[in-house]
């Protein structure tokens, strides 16, 4: 495969299509995350809890407990808003590309309605390829949240048994990590087939299972090109990801630092900072989404490019066995 030709057509499609870029957006919305880990040092028994500081948690809860819960709720309901979004994106992005490679003329409009069409099947897609990863995440937070929940209650209300709690969620932590080491391979090779599974969907008219197991077919068939294909997009994301972290870092500070210093400094903790941090980070996330946009337009572009040629190469090979 000629990869310089690939993504000079990619990138000339995207430039001058630039709803593109509208719908690369789209499909960047809740999808940018980043990984945290903490570490936790001494043991429960050295850790010292100040004078009223029970009470103060209790009365917290009392008074914005329903207000969390119902932000916990919001939160939900936007992220799998958000989630339907990015998946018609997605397929607007992959539909527009096709027609205009081949000359057609496509408005935003047209190619979000494209996505909207095959919204049902590559929803489909998405929940049978990634869907038993995201349980297990799930299953893991939930155990961390009870597990850590019940330790630090007990250890507020003066019990003994949180060192023994931590000890075992610790050893619960060790099984699962292996769990997921054991795992990521599998999760790597489903990363490789779902956007070729999801072109099958949209440019293929086929069923979910159908989709995937014709993705399975093009990584089977064009490995090398798909590997090759993968690594490239690989350090563009860490390149494009630098350059929005050297971008968005000042905005961040000037959001968040004063908030946390103010409540590092005894300031209370009310609905307006909650309001403000939220804002904050709903800012912060869209600014990310706007950065992120060209490399995701471009990206499915060229996939799409790539699926296309995978596709000819294959009836090539079908004739001539003949």
């Known amino acids: 495969m000629d990869f310089g030709n690939l993504f000079s057509r990619a990138w000339q499609i995207v430039w001058r299509n630039k709803f593109l870029f509208v719908l690369g957006f789209l499909a960047s919305l809740g999808s940018n995350g980043g990984s945290n880990s903490s570490s936790i040092r001494g043991d429960a028994s050295s850790f010292d809890v100040p004078p009223g500081t029970m009470d103060t948690a209790e009365q ?52 979000f309605a494209a996505g909207a069409s095959k919204l049902g099947r590559l929803i489909g897609v998405n929940l049978l390829m990634y869907g038993p990863f995201l349980l297990l995440g799930l299953l893991a937070f939930g155990v961390f949240g009870l597990t850590v929940g019940t330790a630090v209650l007990q250890e507020l209300s003066g019990g003994s048994a949180a060192e023994e709690i931590l000890t075992a969620f610790l050893g619960f932590f060790a099984c699962f990590g292996l769990l997921a080491c054991l795992l990521v391979p599998l999760w790597l090779l489903v990363s490789l087939i779902y956007p070729f599974a999801q072109r099958g969907v949209v440019l293929g008219e086929r069923g979910v ?83 992120n946009s060209i490399l995701v337009a471009f990206r499915s572009t060229a996939v799409t490019l790539a699926y296309r040629e995978f596709l000819a190469r294959g009836k090539a090979a079908d004739v001539g066995s003949f």
């Open 209 to 291: 299972v159908d989709a995937i197991r014709h993705g399975w077919q093009i990584v089977r068939a064009n490995a090398g090109d798909v590997l090759i294909l993968a690594v490239i997009f690989v350090i563009l994301g860490i390149v494009v990801g630098f350059a929005a972290f050297i971008i968005i870092l000042p905005l961040g500070l000037l959001l968040f630092v004063p908030a946390i210093v103010g409540l590092a400094s005894g300031g209370s903790i009310g609905v307006g900072e909650v309001v403000y941090l939220l804002g904050s980070g709903i800012c912060v996330g869209l600014l990310a989404a706007a950065v």
């Open 60 to 111: 917290f809860f009392a008074q914005y407990g329903g207000l969390l819960l119902a932000g916990a709720c919001v939160l939900m309901m936007l992220g799998i808003v958000l989630w339907l979004l990015r998946l018609t994106a997605q397929g607007g992005l992959i539909s527009a590309a096709d027609r205009i490679d081949r000359g057609e003329q496509v408005s935003f409009g047209e190619a």
